[in-house]
């Protein structure tokens, strides 16, 4: 099922509408692709934004940092007002005239107000949903975390309700009277790769690689 | 020459300190490698983070956006206060622990107020600064601005004096008592990777792949 997020004015933007996507199929799949997202927040009345890491679980972004971190700290009343994006580069857009270079990109924004998890089991759940978005299959095969462990985390919860994504693909788009100049136009793709895992220096030679890193 | 950045209450990290970066060379190699940024502005009281495409001239940051945009038209009368934040991420990094996984990343965060720049010569040079961010070289390989396509777009620039970067690398660090454990450790790297360069479809086929794509 598609569900669609409706559009706010939080949320519309206001160049390249054309580019605005709102069905729940694009922002969960940027969401679930970016490894990481940037957390926007006010500090003191100013703009913050930190890079940090993040799984989406059903309709419901999460967010983990330590306890004692500026956002988790500011979050504990009643909530934190966040702005969440997160961004995947897809390629370089080069066009012949200077003005139509481009990115291909896909992006996701989540406006909203982050509240902490405070349900131990919920936080438990998070921290698990969090590994197996690093690599699927880790959360089983690593030590838990201890009580003590877990108070030091924290969890912060943003609901999926103001949510808008924003895609460009595609060649560049240059004006017709500019596509006769001897300049090279094209796309040069971009991809996140993954290079061959390399073990701890402490790590035990006979233990294998797990299949999920293969 | 190394110049140091002050560290300041707004580029203080409160957490892993030691990861903290205050030297030019690292803040520079950061935004000079990174080819995209997050914005970070209020607009109406909330937070929002925008990603976008940057470029460093010597001490100051610039962002290009069209002239019609939220955070160039906020910034019109006496600028805009404004965090930009550019991410590198290097690599998962699995512990045998849950709490220790963490990632291999390079950020820089750039705080303060940004302005809009309104010198033409001044517009186009950086401009030009940004094609060449994307690849060195096209600035001179494609066709110019025109008087309307400038003034469509909008620069705002952005001191570098309220800066920090934050740099983790190297290998999973675990709790001895876990070293033990059955589980693979160690780091996946990741790298953001040029694949090869696609031409446009309208492309004259003779039109030579330029050297810096090569």
Redesign the interface.
Known sequence: MVLAYHPKP?TTP??YPHRARYDSETVHQILDEA??C???????G??????T?HVRCGETLYIH??S???PMLAAKAEGL?????A?L?DG?V??????H?S?N?R?A?V?GTAHLVDDREQKLQV??AL?DH??PG??V?????TRR?LA??AVLALGLAEVSAKVRSG??V?DPE???????????????????????????LA????TY?R
Chains 1, 2 share one sequence.
């Open positions: 939080g206001t160049r490894l990481t940037h957390l926007g927040y006010i500090r003191a100013r703009p913050v934004v930190l890079p890491m940092g330590s004692g971190s500026g007002p966040v702005c969440v994006t961004t580069v370089l080069l066009a012949r005239s200077a003005m270079h990115l990109y992006s924004v406006m921290l698990r590994l690093i690599r880790r959360s095969d690593c030590r838990p975390p462990e030091a985390t060649g560049p240059d500019d596509c006769a100049l001897p300049h090279w136009a094209g796309v040069v793709p971009l991809t996140l790769t993954a290079q061959t895992p390399q073990p701890a220096v402490d790590l035990d233990t294998p690689l797990p890193l």
